[in-house]
T-cell receptor, first 112, second 113 residues
């Protein structure tokens, strides 16, 4: 069963601009995570935000979580060509929290 | 050292064949997973193994069977391969299930012809 839905599905920006991706989910969660996937590679964990947190930063990444709206956003500031990838949100809202359920992802293209 | 390694990276095979994909993690994690990523990049959880016990089996055909000889290994065996099985399969591991970050292998691109 799918839990997260990201939007937009695709995003194209210029280097130096900010990129914002959104994720909505359906059921209660313990945490929400964001992952990046470069073309032809595995997923790499970016950041985890717990249900009692509202905002978290990691370098150029800023994640917010609104549990009342069941939504999260990932902001990448001052984007670079190397940020070109697919970005997925994932929640632990599965049976006993024993697996991550991923959304469909946002494909980000950053052109120089 | 690679944290989660899976082999082979590419697998091309004919319909009806049986094949296996191997996965090993050296992180000491207690949970391992198999995900299937289709051509639209949608990631679907197939199996979750916690301390060698199957926790989730998400409506996956019984032609797919996970085998875990020990806590560090979770192999995927597929019988009677079908064209629709073509996808990228990812192995992953984490500590404490979905409550911690997961580490993914590089993926196995399976093509059934």
């Amino acid at each position: 069963s799918q839990q997260g839905e990201e939007d937009p599905q695709a995003l194209s920006i210029q280097e130096g601009e900010n990129a914002t991706m959104n994720c909505s989910y359906k059921t209660s969660i313990n945490n929400l995570q964001w992952y990046r996937q470069n073309s032809g590679r595995g997923l790499v964990h970016l950041i985890l935000i717990r249900s009692n947190e509202r905002e978290k930063h990691s370098g150029r990444l800023r994640v917010t979580l609104d549990t009342s709206k069941k939504s999260s956003s990932l902001l990448i500031t001052a984007s670079r060509a190397a940020d070109t990838a697919s970005y997925f949100c994932a929640t632990d809202a599965s049976q006993a929290g024993t697996a991550l359920i991923f959304g469909k992802g946002t494909t980000l293209s950053v052109s120089s | 050292d690679t944290a989660v390694s899976q082999t082979p990276k590419y697998l091309v095979t004919q319909m009806g064949n049986d094949k296996s994909i191997k996965c090993e993690q050296n992180l000491g994690h207690d949970t391992m997973y198999w995900y299937k990523q289709d051509s639209k990049k949608f990631l679907k959880i197939m199996f979750s193994y916690n301390n060698k016990e199957l926790i989730i089996n998400e409506t996956v055909p019984n032609r797919f069977s996970p085998k875990s000889p020990d806590k560090a290994h979770l192999n995927l065996h597929i019988n009677s391969l079908e064209l629709g099985d073509s996808a990228v399969y990812f192995c992953a591991s984490s500590q404490a299930g979905g409550r911690a970050e997961a580490f993914f292998g590089q993926g196995t691109r399976l093509t059934v012809v």
